[in-house]
């Protein structure tokens, strides 16, 4: 999912997507006549603001209810945790919330309302051959932050307040045993799997990077050895062919492990054991270990550097800077609470960092949260590199090869990676 925003597509009728499948058709309006004994939702301040529209969605929505003749935009999620877009012409003043936006009502059932996050941004776009809404979260704002608190501190104590969600246990499949081994690692939640690269039995102690997959970062798959196209191969694959050791975790609620997801908070504690495990590798250097991720990987590992300094350094690809534009798919949290996003957004603690980082993405790609983070970060820990000519998943195969390069050649008593521009940009030089 490239941006992990919603786009929504919109011909006569609305009608929702996941920029993957195909769209799926919204429900008919209800044609019900409202019940006039039961009075609407008053409008509060705080319902006001849930929904925001941009002119230009506002206008589109506004001849879209002219159309069908409708009263309301229904924003809800969906039970596959998408978010969905209908028009409607009646509310239920005992389960829905009223809210407007530039002068159009909206409505939310309560159950969506706790999975939605304060203020998220829905605007219409038509460009490209592609006319739809999109769906996503602005920066909002958490706050004034007090830089002399790190995001260690800041969790300490706080209990999340999950989602109650089904949870589907997917078997691990069983790796090439050239390429990976299956192994178990002790975490906080119980025995958690892995992918491991086998001992070469080379009696040498080789660098070893963990990689953090996008989508469900919390499961693994067939997809850490299969390679994909060159504009789009999430494998990582350069790593393990420069010789360079693999962990691919699973983490908490993840396929049959134990635990349940939280969505960008315990996990950083499953990586952290991860690393622990790895060091206890016969045939791994502990000083050498690398920490990787891509797309809601890269957040996940960005975060984890917030909390520890335990990796040499830390590649995070295509991140955001606040997790709630993910929407309720992969955060399982009280997205309405806003200290839940205070502590998972990595935008909002750059300042914990203590090793080196490195942050790139195309700039077809999630570029306004690497510039957001770029300009707000005064920790020279952390570097943000914009990548011409590419994109959210093209940017991952040539710049994992160069950063495998650059991996094995630094053994030197601390970490003396660099990364230009130059070198940086030159695979997508047309």
Not at 35 to 64: C, W
Not at 152 to 177: M, N, S, Y
Not at 248 to 255: C, E, V
Not at 321 to 327: F, L, Q, R, S
Request: with cysteine; hydrophobic share 35%; proline share 9%.
């Amino acid at each position: 999912m490239k941006h992990f925003r919603l786009l929504i597509l919109a011909g006569v009728a609305l009608a929702g997507c996941t920029g993957q499948p195909p769209a799926e058709q919204p429900a008919a309006p209800k044609n019900e006549p409202e019940v006039a004994s039961k009075p609407e939702a008053a409008k509060t301040p705080e319902n006001k603001d849930r929904i925001i529209l941009t002119a230009r969605a506002a206008g589109q929505v506004r001849t879209l209810m002219q159309q069908r003749q409708a009263k309301y935009l229904r924003v809800s999620v969906s039970a596959s945790f998408e978010y969905k877009l209908d028009l409607d012409q009646q509310m239920d003043p005992t389960n829905d919330i009223l809210g407007e936006s530039r002068g159009i009502p909206i409505v939310v059932d309560r159950k969506s309302a706790s999975l939605l996050p304060m203020g998220i941004r829905v605007d219409f776009v038509n460009e490209g051959g592609r006319a739809g809404f999109l769906v996503d979260s602005p920066e909002v704002d958490q706050g004034p932050l007090d830089t002399s608190i790190s995001l260690v501190e800041a969790r300490r104590g706080f209990k999340t307040k999950l989602i109650p969600r089904g949870a589907a246990r997917t078997p691990i499949p069983q790796p090439p045993p050239e390429l990976f081994r299956l192994v178990r690692f002790d975490a906080p939640p119980g025995k958690l799997a892995a992918y491991l690269t086998p001992d070469p039995r080379d009696g040498k102690k080789h660098p070893a990077i963990i990689w953090i997959t996008g989508g469900d970062c919390n499961s693994i798959d067939a997809g850490c050895w299969r390679e994909g196209p060159p504009g789009n191969d999430q494998s990582a694959s350069a790593y393990r062919k420069a010789g360079i050791m693999m962990m691919f975790p699973a983490l908490r609620g993840g396929n049959d492990n134990p635990g349940v997801k939280e969505g960008f908070l315990g996990e950083v504690d499953d990586v952290l054991a991860a690393a622990e495990f790895l060091q206890k590798q016969p045939y791994v250097d502990p000083e050498r270990i690398y920490l990787g991720g891509h797309s809601t990987g890269g957040t996940l590992v960005l975060l984890t550097a917030e909390c520890s300094d335990r990796f040499r350094a830390v590649f995070s690809f295509g991140p955001v800077a606040d997790v709630a534009g993910y929407g309720p798919r992969y955060n399982p949290f009280v997205l309405s609470d806003r200290k839940e996003l205070q502590l998972r957004a990595p935008g909002r603690w750059l300042h914990s960092i203590r090793s080196p980082v490195f942050v790139f993405e195309g700039t077809g790609g999630n570029l306004s949260a690497l510039q957001f983070m770029a300009r707000s970060s005064k920790n020279k820990k952390v570097q943000f590199f914009e990548i011409k000519g590419t994109d959210h998943f093209g940017v991952l195969s040539p710049t994992n090869r160069l950063t495998a390069e650059k991996i094995l050649h630094d053994t030197g008593p601390s970490c003396s990676l660099t990364f230009t521009e130059e070198e940086l940009n030159k695979p997508f030089l047309k």
